[in-house]
């Protein structure tokens, strides 16, 4: 497991991503930029991020024909990024061409970026995945069948919830990483996630890594909460 928490910086502008950072200058952070902060600011804030320092995961969730995905990875392989995902029912046949693009386009080919697929969202509900996706599996067999699929594909790792890591990593490799979203510190308000775990319970059920937004981004005292998640999962 990473001991750092990996913080998800969803906010719209330069502005308050560079303002929220500043309150960790001290730290060495692992944050996660999504397509918020992606689609409105483009390559710029993630080499500014970078400057600083930080690891940064590229969440932008890439689902696309082949072509298009292999093409659009090999240009975003060229930031200096450690970590960038794609949907997994994108299907093998786009995962691998996203490896492909990842491997052609990194300036330094002994260093890759991580590339993970996420299965089922942690905003996914069984019934929802049941009644809207059709898919009659339990959510448990959806997201093991997608991660089979990922390892298969010759990726790093899945995005997952914490309650399927352990399973994940049963019927794949101890060193496929599981990232998981929907940390909720215990009374934390749980918002739009369902499949929610907290920091504790995440280390528990072998996470590899979390990835942690509102709890910490919306707190009064941001560098408080993330010291006290940080703590919580690394199992003390
Ligand atoms: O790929 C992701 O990072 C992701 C996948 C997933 O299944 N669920 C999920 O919440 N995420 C991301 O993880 C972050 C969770 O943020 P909070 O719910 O605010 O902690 C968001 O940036 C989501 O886009």
Same mark, same amino acid.
């Given at each position: 497991?990473?001991?750092?928490?990996?913080?998800?910086?969803?906010?719209?502008?330069?502005?308050?991503?560079?303002?929220?950072?500043?309150?960790?200058?001290?730290?060495?952070?692992?944050?996660?930029?999504?397509?918020?902060?992606?689609?409105?600011?483009?390559?710029?804030?993630?080499?500014?991020?970078?400057? $600083?320092?930080?690891?940064?995961?590229? &969440?932008?969730? @890439? /689902?696309?024909?082949? =072509? +298009?995905?292999?093409?659009?990875?090999? *240009?975003?392989?060229?930031?200096?990024?450690?970590?960038?995902?794609?949907?997994?029912?994108?299907?093998?046949?786009?995962?691998?061409?996203?490896?492909?693009?990842?491997?052609?386009?990194?300036?330094?080919?002994?260093?890759?970026?991580?590339?993970?697929?996420?299965?089922?969202?942690?905003?996914?509900?069984?019934?929802?995945?049941?009644?809207?996706? $059709?898919?009659?599996?339990?959510?448990? &067999?959806?997201? @093991? /069948?997608?991660?089979? =699929? +990922?390892?298969?594909?010759?990726?790093? *790792?899945?995005?997952?919830?914490?309650?399927?890591?352990?399973?994940?990593?049963?019927?794949?490799?101890?060193?496929?990483?599981?990232?998981?979203?929907?940390?909720?510190?215990?009374?934390?308000?749980?918002?739009?996630?369902?499949?929610?775990?907290?920091?504790?319970?995440?280390?528990?059920?072998?996470?590899?890594?979390?990835?942690?937004?509102?709890?910490?981004?919306?707190?009064?005292?941001?560098?408080?909460?993330?010291?006290?998640?940080?703590?919580?999962?690394?199992?003390?």
């Amino acid at each position: 497991m990473n001991t750092k928490p990996m913080i998800a910086l969803d906010f719209s502008t330069a502005e308050e991503t560079k303002t929220f950072l500043t309150l960790f200058k001290d730290e060495e952070l692992y944050v996660k930029l999504g397509m918020e902060l992606y689609y409105q600011n483009g390559p710029e804030i993630v080499k500014w991020v970078k400057n $600083l320092g930080h690891e940064i995961f590229l &969440d932008l969730k @890439l /689902h696309d024909i082949p =072509n +298009t995905v292999y093409r659009a990875m090999k *240009g975003l392989a060229a930031l200096d990024i450690d970590m960038i995902n794609v949907h997994a029912s994108g299907g093998s046949q786009m995962m691998k061409a996203a490896k492909e693009g990842i491997m052609e386009g990194t300036p330094n080919k002994s260093n890759l970026p991580k590339l993970i697929a996420v299965t089922q969202l942690t905003s996914t509900t069984e019934e929802a995945m049941r009644n809207e996706q $059709l898919i009659q599996a339990s959510l448990m &067999d959806s997201v @093991l /069948h997608y991660a089979k =699929n +990922t390892c298969e594909a010759g990726l790093d *790792g899945v995005v997952c919830s914490a309650w399927e890591a352990a399973k994940i990593k049963e019927i794949t490799s101890s060193d496929f990483l599981c990232v998981t979203p929907g940390i909720r510190p215990a009374g934390a308000s749980i918002g739009d996630q369902q499949r929610v775990a907290t920091p504790q319970k995440a280390h528990e059920m072998g996470s590899s890594y979390i990835v942690v937004g509102r709890p910490i981004t919306q707190a009064s005292n941001p560098v408080e909460v993330y010291q006290s998640i940080k703590r919580q999962w690394n199992g003390e």
